[in-house]
């Protein structure tokens, strides 16, 4: 059975360069910090996540009873299987795996949807499902399904959780359906932690009608997001904040395709990647990895990804220095192969 608990920080030893956790580095920025640091000096008093529950609805274009502030797209997964009960959940795979886990730790059955490669696009689940769960760009594969497809997954009866984590990857995110209040049952989940840098911080949100929100509401502990975490939704939704979000999101595209132009022969790009990640097929994969290791890189395997084999690894975009020195390391171990 797949370890689907298995994730990127478990590779990422420090001291060794992380290319196997998607997390954007340099990140949160100075002015995030200092935002932060605010924020632990009210920690005194129980959250309020009045504002951030407002700033959050007014970036989205959503009603305020829309928005489900979380402890991190983690948590809806968490609460979806806590309080659905679903008589046909579908996970659309290869995908990032914790919903799965989660629907199997409540008792859920689950039925994997495995898209096909090369291109790992989007093709229609079964059609009785009443729950299917996506990712868009999708982990690991770093595809960017259209958005019209996804929306067409949509109907009375069934509930599509849709895990938008990355999509602010996405120059203009014209594929998102974050804004979309009229497609029945769509459940949207945003994180902060990859383009803001707050893995730690644990935080998030959910977009999707009112009893949904309500139903998932209520499955929640009590005072479930921190003030920090609170004052970080606030600020990451200010225009100025949304603005340089997307102006990363342009330089991402530029680092993926330096990285993608410096790969040696040998290493196949799978699909056509448009996240923080790509995913790669080589021969030998697992001792590349080790041996990758050894020359100071953590990657990320791919075969704890169901839909997924031994000779995929999966390798976060950096500044075109670091793609340099990974993919010369990654060169000399093929060439003494
Ligand atoms: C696709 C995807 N969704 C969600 C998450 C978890 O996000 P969060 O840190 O907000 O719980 C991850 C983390 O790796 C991810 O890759």
Known sequence: MTDLRHHGDVEATPGLVDLAVNVRSGSPPAWLRAVLHDAVDACAAYPDPARARAAVAAAHG???DEVLLTAGAAETFT????????RHAVVVHPS??????????HGHAVHRHLLDAPSYLLTPPPEDADLVVLGNPTNPTSVLHPGGDVAALCRPGRT???DEAFADTDPGEPQSLAARRDLPGLLVVRSLTKTWGLAGLRVGYALGPPDLVAAL???QPHWP???PALAALEACSTPAALAQAETWAHELAGHRRALLDLLPAGVEVVGQPRSSFVLLRLPDADRVRRELRAAGFAVRRGDTFPGLAPDHLRVAVRDPTTSAAFTAALAA???RS
């Open 62 to 64: 959503r009603p305020e």
């Open 79 to 86: 609460l979806v299987a806590r309080a659905l009960a679903p």
């Open 96 to 105: 990032f795996t914790e919903p799965e886990a989660a629907l199997r730790a």
């Open 160 to 162: 599509v959780v849709l």
């Open 217 to 219: 509401a209520a499955v």
């Open 225 to 227: 997001v921190s003030t």
């Open 333 to 335: 171990i093929l060439e």
